[in-house]
């Protein structure tokens, strides 16, 4: 199975997780407050896991399985309270039976068994959810449906940059297909290695790019999604004025309207030049002004990353400065020009240049020039900041994540009251915590900032402690007119708060095209609305 290697518990790959040890007195000095040495988890043999479903379709495939394991391995996402549940060997909800399509004609046949048997079907696609977008329960049996069979890049438009790709195709396979036409999505959530092209869609997942094509969105031309009434295919254009789009009726439906199977993808040359450099500041304010700044002068920089002094620390790129870091590229030009009025946008700011910038050319006669390498301190640490994740969970360590979207207006009231949230937050908990912000993706009218709370020296269960943070953060943004997820998706975990954050009007139009789709609710239920009968 492709599962072989991945832990049943923690982020990724069993092995990778950090010394566990040195992270122990690192956040404990950190953070002020003693640490318990790590713990094991319970092991999938001694767990508590769900039955299997009894019965399932005459299969000579091999498509459906009711392994304990493979059940386990498709229980829940790699949200902090998932991680927690699983390395506690709790998979009460997992799903009765795993099923891998290999058609779009098995996805329907999915379904109709799912209709008539009364089971629900969630899309699991590469299980990297973290707001509770791939869990079961609710009294009804269910099935996790992977479409990592579907997989294969199946067909290239060089001459209008798209192609059409199949849903189940995780980050790493698809960019290797691509790179075989000389193309590339370009687009790398920090879930990249695990999730697939289907979820990056179902959940409006933001990327690479930290302006102008900072969502999937940007990126799609055109969708088949299997529905329990059939096949949908909305039309492959550039770009369409008839009506409203379906596509973005689709975009972010989170499974609850269909399977997404394959879509028609805008892809691009891989980039041949790039640019980068990283500025400090003298406190964080001033580098939100230089962020601004640089988002506001329509560069659109490919990276333009904003860390606070404790990002910045926690990530290896300087040692308590607030940081900018700055990108370009292009298969076309070289964009130093763009990255010297970006660095000078940001020195009027307050801004001072942290290392000489960073000059490529990845032609045939390619050479480096300059030094910067904090972009590439910050990407590794980017991409391991999910085991770092499930290391401290194991130290019993309260670590998690919310992000979030407002305007530059709106942003410092915003950022004083999440301060002062986690501050009271920590002291209910009788806790010694720290609370950090990184901007991910800025746009000319305001910043997507991404916090990270950590916590330890309380008493509180570990899940109880969690979810008094999650709820108050979430209480203050709502508060303040942020959005509740500028990229992670709503799920189950934000459904209270999206429930607020959304029209009612909308909500009654979503229960109609649900109705319209899915009558039987067999797709993910619970997540976006609820119920056959009304209600949210």
């Known amino acids: 199975m492709s599962d072989a290697g991945r832990s049943p518990w923690a982020w990724g790959h069993e092995g990778r997780l950090p010394d566990r040890e040195q992270l122990r007195q690192l956040v404990s000095g950190l953070l002020g407050a003693p640490i318990s040495p790590a713990r094991e988890a319970v092991p999938v043999e001694q767990a508590t896991v769900s039955e299997p479903c009894r019965e399932v379709p005459y299969d000579s495939r091999g498509l459906w399985s009711t392994d304990r394991r493979d059940r386990v391995m498709h229980c829940y996402g790699k949200a902090f309270r998932d991680q927690v549940r699983a390395f506690r060997g709790d998979f009460r909800v997992a799903p009765g039976a795993v099923v891998r399509p290999e058609t779009e004609e098995d996805v329907g046949a999915v379904l109709a068994w799912a209709e008539r048997e009364g089971a629900a079907v969630i899309p699991f696609g590469g299980g990297t959810s973290v707001v509770g977008g791939v869990e079961g329960g609710g009294g009804r049996p269910t099935v996790s449906l992977d479409l990592e069979r579907m997989d294969r890049v199946l067909e290239v438009d060089a001459v209008s940059r798209s192609a059409r790709i199949q849903a189940g195709v995780r980050g790493p396979a698809l960019e290797r297909q691509l790179a075989a036409h000389r193309m590339t999505l370009r687009h790398y959530p920090q879930s990249f290695e695990f999730s697939t092209l289907g979820g990056w869609i179902a959940t409006r997942a933001g990327g690479h790019f930290a302006t102008l094509y900072t969502h999937i969105d940007e990126l799609v031309q055109g969708l088949r999604v299997v529905t329990p009434r059939g096949v949908l295919a909305t039309p492959r254009l550039p770009a369409s004025g008839a009506g409203p789009s379906p596509d973005r009726l689709l975009l972010g439906s989170e499974g ?88 000078e946008l940001a020195e009027e700011q307050g801004g001072t240049l942290l290392r000489p910038s960073t000059v490529r050319d990845d032609g045939p006669e390619a050479q480096a020039r300059g030094g910067d390498r904090t972009a590439e301190a910050w990407r590794q640490a980017f991409f391991d900041g999910p085991y770092r994740q499930s290391a401290l969970i194991s130290l019993g360590v309260l670590a998690d994540t919310f992000e979030t979207c407002c305007t530059w207006s709106a942003f410092p009231a915003l950022h004083e009251a999440l301060e002062e949230t986690a501050r009271r937050s920590f002291a209910r908990l009788g806790a010694q915590g720290r609370l950090s912000c990184r901007f991910t993706h800025v746009y000319p009218d305001g910043p997507a900032p991404y916090y990270t709370f950590l916590a330890a020296g309380f008493s509180a269960d570990l899940l109880d402690a969690w979810a008094l943070v999650k709820e108050a953060m979430s209480d203050t943004l709502r508060a303040h007119g942020a959005t509740i997820t500028h990229h992670h998706a709503v799920g189950k975990f934000h459904r209270p708060w999206y429930d607020q954050e959304r029209p009612e009007l909308f909500a009654a139009a979503l229960r109609g095209a649900k109705g319209a789709l899915d009558p039987a609710w067999v797709l993910n239920p619970g997540v976006l609305i609820d119920g056959e009968k009304g209600g949210n």
């Open 256 to 343: 609850v309207l269909g399977v997404i199977t394959e879509a028609w993808m805008r892809v691009q040359p891989r980039p041949r030049y790039r640019a980068s450099a990283s500025v400090q500041f003298p406190d964080f304010h001033r580098g939100v002004e230089g962020a601004r700044a640089v988002a506001q002068s329509l560069l659109y920089p490919s990276n333009c990353r904003l860390l606070d002094p404790l990002e910045a620390l926690m990530n290896g790129v300087s040692a308590g400065d607030t940081v900018l870091l700055l990108g370009f590229e292009s298969a076309d030009h070289n964009p130093e020009r763009k990255l010297q009025r970006a660095i």
